[in-house]
């Protein structure tokens, strides 16, 4: 979409007055929302008991980071909730974090270990609250990615349908829903854009959907290595390595563009709960993970509204 001049001399108006600047038009719409839930908590952190352990301290910090950035910058608290995950994923391994993800997916959200088992029905009950956006970006995400059949070749397609990274496929259901995508809409016309992102949702809400006159209902496992190695392993890669535009300064920023930024920041907080009392044995969490992703849900749904479905 064309940048409109407006907002390009908004920027760098912004660069020359800096510090004493603007709001940009979304930041202004967000804040206005933020300022009606009228003190209202919109987010609820993950809490530790007391603790002297080196491991839970590193862990804290980040998560601390990631709080100083709410509720403004939705965006870089992901961030710094994705670096106390990924800290605890290889707490104690030397594997890649494509495996360590892979293994949490395959293997550790399966387990029937009880601190583990609380957080994957979180995850199951959060992909619930996914915004349309969210749908819409990780769609363009696996239209671009790859082959999917009879082949998978993509970085998408290898991570989420393949454990280690080698074939065979382990995910079917999760595989023909990739390949239905890719192979019937567009990244280029908005409508169709919309019309996969609509049909992604409701897979994800894990309805029976109809692809090419098959039906197939995606299960929890096909939902987590959605959620895991597909969607938030993509948008953490997409802000490494400068894939992005900075969300809330495009001209096309809305609220829509803060209701995705937050679900990704619930998606690491909640993979962070998760597995944290498992990969870091001194830690231990000051409620139940349930009970905190219940929180969030309706904080979430306070906030943002009807704005998480545009």
């Not at 009228?38 to 008991?49: D, I, Q, S």
């Not at 671009?144 to 349908?161: A, C, M, Q, S, Y």
């Not at 929180?295 to 509204?305: M, S, V, Y």
């Amino acid at each position: 979409m064309e940048i409109s001049a407006e907002v390009k001399r908004s920027r760098t108006s912004f660069l020359r007055n800096w510090p004493k600047t603007e709001q940009f038009s979304c930041e202004i719409d967000f804040a206005r929302r933020y300022e009606n839930m009228n003190g209202t908590p919109v987010f609820y952190p993950v809490l530790f008991k007391d603790s002297v352990d080196n491991q839970v301290h590193t862990v804290i910090s980040y998560v601390i980071e990631a709080l100083d950035c709410l509720p403004y910058k939705p965006d870089n608290a992901f961030d710094w909730f994705w670096k106390a995950f990924e800290y605890c994923l290889s707490a104690n391994n030397n594997n890649s974090i494509t495996v360590n993800l892979q293994n949490t997916v395959f293997d550790l959200l399966s387990t029937p270990d009880p601190r583990i088992t609380d957080g994957a029905q979180s995850l199951i009950k959060l992909a619930k609250e996914i915004p349309f956006q969210s749908c819409e970006y990780l769609f363009k995400k696996i239209a671009t990615d790859g082959d999917f059949t009879p082949e998978v070749t993509g970085k998408i397609g290898k991570r989420t349908l393949y454990k280690n990274g080698n074939a065979p496929v382990i995910l079917p259901e999760l595989q023909k829903l990739f390949n239905h995508l890719k192979s019937n809409f567009s990244t280029n016309d908005h409508l169709q854009v919309r019309d996969a992102a609509s049909l992604l949702r409701k897979a994800i809400w894990q309805r029976e959907i109809d692809l090419d006159c098959e039906k197939i209902k995606l299960s929890d496992q096909d939902i987590h290595a959605l959620l895991v190695c597909a969607l938030t392993y993509t948008f953490r890669n997409d802000r490494t390595h400068a894939e992005l535009f900075a969300p809330f300064r495009s001209s096309t920023a809305t609220l829509t563009t803060y209701a995705h930024c937050w679900f990704m920041t619930l998606l690491a907080h909640c993979l962070l709960l998760t597995i944290v009392e498992y990969s870091v044995p001194d830690s231990e969490v000051d409620f139940l993970i349930k009970d905190n992703t219940d929180l969030n849900i309706e904080a979430f749904r306070k906030l943002f509204g009807d704005y998480r479905n545009k």
